[in-house]
């Protein structure tokens, strides 16, 4: 069965481009420090004007992160090939005022990981693709409230990780693909009014159930698209 790539982003395309942006002063800083630390960084137009640096590490540390904990310019954050970053390391990222998206793909994400990364209350974007963690860390994460999009393909989560999910009242895109999710749990998220993208590939979620869903979606002219 053909495999979705991570979750689909639906946000606006941003009318100004990266080549056009200039850096003020500390973004230039916190941009050379970056490259000094072994990464690479870049300014995106469509994160917010106090935090346009969007940076991405193939190899960092705690002490990458604590030595960016001091710069409130950094907005974006990918970790995705950094498997050497521990709690000490994110609970540093709460030193950030407007850090707004954290991408992560780790072997392990243990209990005390997953506290810190649900204590950065300013993310509206968390993606752990790939993560070993379990539906009580889900718990955890899930005092994000500022979240809209969240991304949990190829996790072990199961149904026990919608009544968190659930509590994310901003949520507007949700990737379950790849995960022990049932018909259950998938029509329980139905009621996450704020929702615009639920992808469920690759999940034990039946035809017959997302049929039943999209009915009751285009009874409701609801505009979430469900894909599988």
């Known amino acids: ?10 946000f606006t395309v941003p009318l100004v481009s990266a080549a056009e942006l200039k850096p003020t002063s500390a973004e230039a800083e916190l941009i050379a420090l970056v490259k000094k630390l072994g990464g690479t960084a870049k300014l995106e137009s469509e994160l917010d004007t106090d935090a346009r640096v969007s940076v991405k590490f193939e190899k960092a540390d705690d002490a990458a992160l604590v030595a960016l904990s001091k710069h409130p310019g950094l907005g974006s954050l990918d970790l995705r090939s950094a498997a050497k970053v521990t709690t000490k390391g994110f ?3 709460k030193e950030l005022p407007d850090l707004q998206r954290l991408y ?6 243990d209990s005390n990981e997953a506290a810190a990364v649900g204590s950065l209350r300013t993310l509206d974007t968390l993606v752990l693709v ?3 963690l379990t539906d009580a860390e889900v718990a955890k994460i899930a005092k994000l409230k500022n979240l809209k999009s969240l991304d949990l393909m190829d996790t072990a989560v199961t149904d026990k990780s919608v009544e968190p999910i659930l509590a994310l009242t901003k949520l507007e895109e949700l990737n379950l693909s790849g995960t022990k999710l049932t018909d259950s749990g998938a029509k329980k998220l139905m009621v996450l009014d704020t929702l615009r993208l639920l992808q469920l590939n690759n999940t034990k979620v039946t035809d017959k159930a997302i049929a039943g869903m999209e009915e009751e979606l285009k009874a409701s002219k609801r505009g979430l698209k469900i894909l599988r």
Request: some cysteine; aromatic content about 10%.
């Open 1 to 10: 069965m053909f495999r979705f790539a991570p979750l689909v982003v639906l």
């Open 91 to 93: 609970t540093a990222l």
């Open 104 to 109: 992560i793909s780790s072997d392990t994400l």
């Open 130 to 132: 790939g993560c070993k």
